[in-house]
């Protein structure tokens, strides 16, 4: 096998990447990336290798041109190598030639280490990660096994231990200029965080918004610009070939051009996604994870909501006349906070999914964690409601009080009790209860304590104010005709 220092002298070029490249990053562990590469080319085919890639490209996903657009590129051949680096790999770079390995041994209970010149005649190096035995040369005589620790020699320019794509490139028009290549690669995700800091009394918050960035593609990006996509952009996995939809999207991600603006991040819609633009550029090493600030909201409104749901995970299945069917001992209330992403409320930025911290300041001005979960990606002027756990004072007690059922005449009536208990000694809630009526499509209440909202086709809502230390108590009976 020839080495690559051999391959470099048949009038190739060897590249990498210039300065500030860009990314898209996706939050499905993907990006494109978009670097500026100088050629110098004569006219026809030219062979050149570009060593700048990461160890996670996609290789059928590479994009070549003249941003110019003053020449055209074509690549008539492309091959790609980023192959583990191993004792077997560095020994095929100098097949058919002599190298000394270190053979160690003990001599008079002392180790001695001796110097053997062997030609490597078969490496043992398989492409793709296999292995055979090697065949080594000493002193004329042959053997299956390596003499000692190969010394390996300088590689000197060589850039075998990086991925490299060799191209045979067709230019219309000899001379120098920048192409830029663009291509997907693996190895990146990106997330959103929310941290929402509350007074000690109160409905109103502070909400800072983080991206945070991850970089193992294996190669650091320095000064890049760098844009996070958020949505649900189909992908295949395992990554095979690169499917056209997404071509087209890597393609636009490429030729986006990045808004210059005053804000740390700025969010515009693209396609059927979102965008964000980090807008200084920034060095993201491999290995290294990044979080920038991109949203920041003062006083907002984010009311904290009461629920209880006393036949929790029970739906509506069919007709079912089964006395004991949908009773729980459930006595949970879950705690919500409900805040709506609109201008009027501090916000209106669109929100990509990612987790939700709530704080909420003692009284000693002290923070302390009250709960968390994830929001998934919201628009604008949606409403965002998330459960944060469940109440320590508040409790809920649900029974069924009557049943009864004609299946001749094909009726069936049930009736509720429900009690709230609010064991707070100054704090008076509203607790809304939420009521599945799971029997059948046709009901009706007939009887009822409080008044409800119909939420949907099977389910009723009561709000219920319980001052502190009092007890309320909620009823209904419902018929279902079939």
């Not at 740390?264 to 633009?277: I, M, P, Q, R």
Request: contains cysteine.
């Amino acid at each position: 096998m020839k080495t690559l220092s051999v391959l470099l002298t048949l009038s190739s070029l060897t590249l990498a990447a210039s300065a500030e490249p860009a990314l898209t990053i996706y939050n499905q562990n993907f990006a494109v990336v978009r670097d500026t590469v100088p050629l110098d080319l004569k006219s026809g085919a030219n062979s050149v290798r570009y060593a700048g890639a990461t160890a996670q490209v996609e290789a059928d996903s590479v994009i070549l041109r003249d941003p110019a657009g003053k020449r055209s590129l074509q690549i008539l051949e492309q091959n790609y190598r980023n192959d583990p680096v191993s004792q077997e790999l560095l020994l095929s770079m100098f097949e058919g030639k002599t190298i000394n390995f270190q053979e160690t041994r003990m001599k008079d209970n002392t180790q001695v280490r001796d110097i053997i010149a062997g030609k490597i005649v078969r490496s043992g190096y398989v492409p793709g990660g296999g292995n055979e035995q090697p065949i080594i040369d000493v002193n004329g005589n042959l053997q299956f096994s390596l003499p000692g620790e190969p010394l390996f020699p300088d590689l000197g320019n060589d850039t075998i231990l990086k991925p490299a794509f060799n191209w045979l490139l067709k230019s219309d028009k000899p001379g120098k200029f920048d192409a830029e290549v663009g291509y997907v690669t693996g190895g990146f995700d990106w997330s959103a965080s929310y941290n929402l800091v509350s007074p000690e009394k109160g409905d109103q918050c502070d909400l800072v918004g983080w991206i945070t960035m991850n970089n193992t593609s294996g190669k650091t990006f320095e000064d890049a610009k760098i844009k996070l996509l958020a949505g649900d952009v189909n992908k295949i996995q395992p990554p095979q070939n690169m499917p056209m939809g997404r071509m087209r999207l890597a393609k636009a991600a490429m030729a986006y051009d990045m808004a210059e603006t005053a804000p740390a991040v700025t969010e515009k819609a693209f396609d059927e996604f979102h965008l964000y633009s980090i807008a200084r550029p920034t060095t993201l090493h491999d290995r290294e994870t990044k979080q920038v600030e991109f949203a920041h909201a003062e006083k907002m409104f984010a009311p904290t909501i009461y629920v209880y749901d006393g036949a929790v995970g029970y739906r509506f299945y069919g007709l079912n006349y089964d006395q004991g069917y949908g009773q729980s001992d459930n006595k949970k209330i879950i705690v919500q906070r409900e805040f709506k992403n609109a201008e009027t409320n501090q916000l209106g930025l669109a929100l990509p999914a990612g987790k939700l911290r709530f704080y909420r300041r003692d009284t000693d001005g002290q923070l302390q964690f009250v709960g968390e979960n994830t929001i998934d990606h919201t628009p604008r002027n949606e409403t965002v409601r998330v459960t944060t756990g469940n109440a320590f004072d508040l409790v809920g007690e649900r029974k069924q009080t009557n049943f009864k059922v004609n299946t001749g005449d094909k009726w069936l009536d049930e009736t509720f009790e429900i009690k709230l208990r609010n064991r707070k000694k100054t704090d008076a809630v509203e607790i809304r209860v939420v009521e599945h009526l799971y029997r059948w499509s046709n009901w009706e209440i007939k009887t009822k304590s409080d008044d409800f909202v119909k939420k949907d086709a099977q389910t009723i809502e009561f709000r219920i104010p319980v001052k502190p230390d009092e007890e309320k108590t909620v009823t209904y009976t419902v018929h279902y005709s079939w």
